[in-house]
């Protein structure tokens, strides 16, 4: 950080940037996985789980009695995928993915805050029975149940040792921004030091300046979503952060934890309800839960390319999509359209071959589901995208999907093509081809002995 510094104060060293801190965390990622929502392409994707800090570096202030080292918090660090789901896949290398979900939807047990200051989410989940199928997906609304709690309590020493730190320095620096925009509780929040992040934020919010925005519009709670650090969102918010305030690219802190798939971070936001906007929309004109959507069809790309052996994107798969369940399960809405293609989620996930997103949500139970399945993005149905997957080893299985759940093979798209029209060549094509008609000629049928009763 650039503070001005006082005639009577010289500092040792310089404050790292919040840029420079979220680099750093970026270069310790255990992933190769990149942000999928395209408005969050220039945030670090925080790692699978809070990585050790290093020792922090060490300056004195004129009139404190501690050092920054001092101040470091021995953060006790949330796993979000728990042993089980990872250690599963190594004792049973055969099992699918979709068992090492429900592993970590039945296991997952991280210590809470306290007594005083526990947040717990539920998000339903239901076994599955054979751990070969990939399609054996948890239902909402399944009586077995798993809770995410996170964090751990406070030391009260070293926030009283933080209180008596940020009383010694000089007042600009405790309050004001640099040339950056960061200020000292954008810097404790990257680098997620909890108790000096508590002080600087009672300090802020005192003088109005808890959602002050650094260069690129974050707000501390904004950085804490992206350092991966669940506590400091909590506390944030429990100091009445805007919840709702977004980025320069129009980014919640429910978008970024979407697209990064944080489920620690999105509890702690979802515990806010109803204050936080489910359905806020980012420049692209997307909900979170299109991006949370997005982000897990790019790690399941990246997983099958590596060949279902990659544990970390593995567990990264495991954790996006838990985080679409838990946005669904806070009643995000599951028939929204993002804005530039109208495209929803189920679109969304056919277009890039996603069968396991695919297979779950059409495994949700919904009384309007042939409206959902038959919702057009710019003409198309998930059917015409589904028969546009020409190279996708699971295009049958999608579009069969998509039919049993009520899919019209008759619907036109804007070019007055039908699903069928847009299959590839040769005997794989007509075979579908087949299929489709099939389908259609028994939709027909129906509807003309439903038209001969009345």
């Known amino acids: 950080m650039h503070f001005d510094k006082s005639p009577k104060e010289k500092q040792c ?42 020792s922090a570096e060490q300056f004195t202030c004129t009139g404190a009695s501690s050092s920054y080292s001092d101040m470091a918090v021995s953060y006790e660090q949330w796993t979000p995928a728990a042993e089980s789901a990872v250690g599963y896949y190594h004792s ?13 939807c039945t296991q997952q047990q991280v210590p809470g805050y306290g007594d005083t200051m526990t947040q717990t989410y539920e998000c339903p989940m239901s076994g599955v029975t054979d751990p070969d199928m ?30 008596m730190l940020l009383n010694g320095m000089d007042y600009s620096r405790a309050t004001g921004q640099d040339e950056d925009g960061d200020t000292i509780l954008h810097i404790y929040t990257a680098k997620g030091l909890r108790e000096c992040a508590f002080a600087a934020a009672e300090r802020l919010r005192d003088i109005g300046g808890l959602d002050a925005k650094e260069h690129k519009g974050k707000t501390a709670l904004l950085v804490a979503v992206t350092a991966n650090q669940p506590e400091i969102v909590q506390d944030l918010l429990s100091f009445g952060t805007d919840i709702n305030a977004c980025d320069d690219k129009g980014q919640t802190a429910l978008h970024l934890a979407a697209d990064y798939g944080l489920p620690g971070v999105l509890q702690a936001i979802l ?38 052996a990659d544990v970390g ?3 990264k798969a495991v954790e996006k999509l838990s985080c679409v369940q838990m946005l669904l399960t806070a009643g995000a809405f599951l028939l929204s359209q993002e804005i530039k293609s109208n495209k929803t989620v189920l679109h969304l996930a056919v277009k890039e071959g996603n069968i396991d997103l695919v297979t779950y949500l059409l495994r949700i139970p919904l009384p309007n589901m042939k409206d959902f399945v038959n919702l057009k993005a710019h003409g198309h149905t998930a059917l015409h995208m589904a028969a546009g997957l020409h190279v996708n ?45 099939k389908r259609s000629a028994s939709s027909r049928r129906r509807i003309v002995s439903l038209q001969d009763q009345e």
Not at 92 to 104: G, L, N, R
Not at 281 to 305: D, Q, W, Y
Not at 415 to 434: F, V
Request: one cysteine or more; a positive charge; aromatic letters at 4%.
């Open 393 to 437: 080893p699971h295009q049958e299985e999608i579009l069969q999907l998509l039919l049993r759940r009520g899919a019209d093979p008759s619907i036109r798209n804007l070019e007055n093509d039908q699903p069928a029209h847009l299959l590839q060549s040769g005997l794989q094509g007509e075979q579908l081809k087949l299929m489709l008609k």
């Open 134 to 163: 990939s399609s054996s997906w948890s239902l909402l609304g399944s009586s077995q149940t798993a809770q995410l709690s996170f964090g751990s309590s406070m030391d009260a020493t070293k926030l009283e040792q933080a209180r």
């Open 13 to 54: 060293c310089s404050l790292p940037t919040v840029k420079k801190l979220l680099e750093q965390k970026r270069r310790r990622e255990t992933t190769s996985v990149p942000p999928s929502c395209s408005t969050a392409s220039t945030s670090p994707a925080p790692p699978t789980t809070v990585a050790q800090l290093p």
């Open 271 to 308: 515990s806010s309800r109803p204050a936080v906007n489910l359905e806020a929309r980012n420049f692209e004109g997307m909900t979170p839960l299109h991006c949370a959507a997005i982000s897990h069809s790019v790690t399941m790309k990246a997983l099958s390319n590596s060949g279902l």
């Open 92 to 104: 049973h290398p055969e099992a699918s993915y979709a068992a090492a979900y429900s592993q970590y």
């Open 313 to 315: 994107l593995q567990t």
